[in-house]
């Protein structure tokens, strides 16, 4: 069973400043999606930013941009130019690429709570 | 856009009682999630529906169970709730194609007495 690992319960950073929360996953498949969500306090949980393992150019989605080392298993998230609005609890998940049945669902870390000060 | 709407914001139950969380998406998703989120240990599945009336476990099922009967809405039935079961519920919907990502309701804060 693939498992997802987030060391940082917490982490601060300044506002405008860069912030990089780590997640290391543990799988034996070669084929895999990795994914960073965002939860704002009280609001829904959105996509961040997606990973497809048999890419090696990381993602990038603006201010977000991943650092992704398939043979360490790591999938790090860079967020640069802090703002407030970043301020929320980030979870990386992982999903099999292999469609059908139980590969559908994701596996969750436990999350990184990142608060921004001004 | 995906809407994934879930029936309440916040619930308080008494211990026994027979409770239904429902979930309706409206971008014609094949699979739909029901998690739970507690402080500490993230996100965990409680079962998921990958089709019509099509149901499977995920991590934590024991003292739930799930109804499907059309494509559109997921509900989670808590046959006899208990204080162990109050958390944050999380539904979620997906296409079920290539890389697609969850799309996450609002969730509903559960508290049971």
């Known amino acids: 069973a693939q498992t997802v690992t987030q060391s940082q319960p917490e982490m601060s950073v300044q506002e405008a400043e860069t912030v990089t929360l780590s997640c290391t996953y543990d799988?034996?498949?070669?084929?895999?999606?990795l994914f960073w969500y965002k939860q704002p306090p009280s609001r829904q949980m959105i996509l961040v930013i997606r990973?497809?393992?048999?890419?090696?150019q990381n993602a990038t989605e603006n201010r977000f941009s991943v650092n992704f080392q398939k043979a360490a298993k790591s999938f790090s998230l860079k967020i640069s130019d802090s703002q407030l609005g970043d301020a929320a609890m980030y979870f990386c998940?992982?999903?099999?690429?292999?469609?059908?049945?139980?590969?559908?669902?994701?596996?969750f870390g436990k999350g990184t709570l990142l608060t921004v000060n001004p | 856009d995906v809407k994934v709407t879930q029936s309440s914001r916040y619930l308080v139950k008494r211990t026994g009682e027979k409770v239904f969380l429902e979930c309706v998406q409206d971008?014609?998703?094949?699979?739909m999630f029901w998690y739970r989120q507690d402080p500490g240990l993230g996100l965990r599945l409680i079962y998921f529906?990958?089709?019509?009336?099509?149901?499977e476990k995920g991590d934590i099922p024991e003292g739930y169970s799930v109804s499907r009967e059309k494509k559109e809405r997921f509900s989670l039935i808590l046959e006899s709730a208990s204080t162990n079961q109050t958390s944050m519920y999380l539904c979620?919907?997906?296409?079920?194609?290539?890389?697609?990502?969850?799309?996450f309701g609002p969730g509903t804060r559960l508290t049971v007495t």
């Open positions: 979620a919907s997906s296409s079920g194609q290539g890389g697609d990502e969850q799309y």
């Open positions: 799988t034996s498949e070669s084929d895999y999606y």
């Open positions: 990973q497809e393992a048999y890419k090696q």
């Open positions: 998940a992982y999903r099999s690429e292999f469609l059908g049945g139980s590969n559908y669902k994701l596996t």
């Open positions: 971008m014609d998703h094949e699979n």
């Open positions: 529906s990958y089709d019509v009336k099509m149901k």
